[in-house]
């Protein structure tokens, strides 16, 4: 078997030089250009075991030391998120610093924000750099490898944004996890009479090369598509080249959440694999059966790494 600690293919980021920021919150930075334009946010580290973008951020904001670099436009913050859990971050067992307390990704509510654990309290912290903005990039990866994908919530302006980026990083239309709400979700980021972009890169699986590489290209169309910045003020090797045109997107229309952690799949999925009939058995939740709801079921994201009750081990969806 495959040990954890052999699947961790990149070191993890030094990001110590970026502790002191000009917010008064530790591993926070603010750029304003002075100029009318996007308000933009970019989160690494949600889950302190997710360090591939962590170590993108610390490359744009070493590159932006550069003498002649800055915003063309608006403003931009830069937040390192769980810095608490990735202090403890192992490659001998690299799962165990995904969170301190609770995952930080569900806590974006404002009871949950209110409790008193460590993430927790850094996410309320937070709040008030991270939130409200007009458009939100959160970076994450995957417990499995599998092909990148960005989570665009349920409504379409995410959807048309992210096709727009050409990254050929395949759109998924869902709302979220049974055990708490994300950011991308979180106030203005989900008002579907509002204009916010909120989009969260899943890059692939969490320690692998590849998954930098991605994030790289994702968050550099990104910044550019917002307009606060030019393609002369990015690392020139980020931009991967164009896809001709965007993947299907993915409606996710069911969440499966284990009733503990006597769950299983019948074989080892990895994400994208399309199930032509309805009604195939493809797992068991406790002593439940998991089947396909319709034919052509697209597998999103399984994975049975952080399997216990409440927790979305599988999304199942269709090509939309």
């Known amino acids: 078997m495959t040990r954890r600690k052999d699947l961790v293919l990149i070191d993890a980021p030094d990001i110590s030089p970026w502790r002191v920021g000009n917010t008064g919150i530790d ?25 591939s973008g962590a170590a993108a951020m610390a490359e744009l904001l070493g590159f932006w030391r550069h003498p002649g670099k800055s915003l063309a436009s608006g403003r931009l913050t830069l937040a390192f998120c769980n810095v608490a859990a990735f202090a403890d971050f192992d490659r001998e067992s690299p799962d165990d610093s995904r969170f ?67 990254c050929g990083v395949r759109a998924v239309a869902d709302t979220g996890h049974a055990d708490g709400v994300r950011l991308r979700d979180f106030g203005s980021y989900g008002d579907a009479g509002g204009t ?31 307009g606060v910045t030019d393609a002369s003020q990015l690392p020139a090797d980020w931009l991967l080249p ?49 089947t396909t709801p319709y034919d052509h079921c697209v597998l999103v994201m399984p994975s049975l790494r952080q ?14």
């Open 27 to 51: 591993f926070v930075h603010r750029f304003d250009s002075g100029k009318t334009g996007a308000d933009v946010v970019v989160c690494a580290l949600m889950h302190g075991n997710e360090i």
């Open 100 to 166: 301190c307390d609770e995952d930080m990704n569900r806590v974006w509510s404002a009871s949950r924000l209110a409790a008193t654990t460590i993430d927790a309290q850094r996410a309320a912290a937070l709040l008030p750099w991270v939130s409200g903005a007009t458009h939100l990039l959160d970076l994450h990866s995957m417990h499995e490898p599998s092909a990148p994908l960005v989570m665009v919530g349920p409504l379409a302006r995410n959807r048309i944004f992210a096709d727009d980026l050409r």
């Open 196 to 226: 916010a972009i909120s989009l969260l890169l899943e890059a692939g699986q969490h320690w692998e090369p590849n998954a930098v590489r991605v994030t790289r290209d994702v968050l550099a169309r990104f910044l550019l598509a917002t």
């Open 242 to 290: 164009d896809a001709a045109e965007p993947k299907p997107a993915v409606e996710v229309t069911h969440r499966i959440v284990a009733k503990g952690a006597d769950v299983s799949f019948t074989q080892h999925f990895t994400g994208g694999e399309v199930i032509a009939q309805a009604g195939t058995v493809i797992g068991q939740n406790a002593s439940e059966p998991i």
């Open 307 to 320: 399997a216990r009750a409440g927790v979305t081990v599988l999304r199942l969806g269709r090509v939309i």
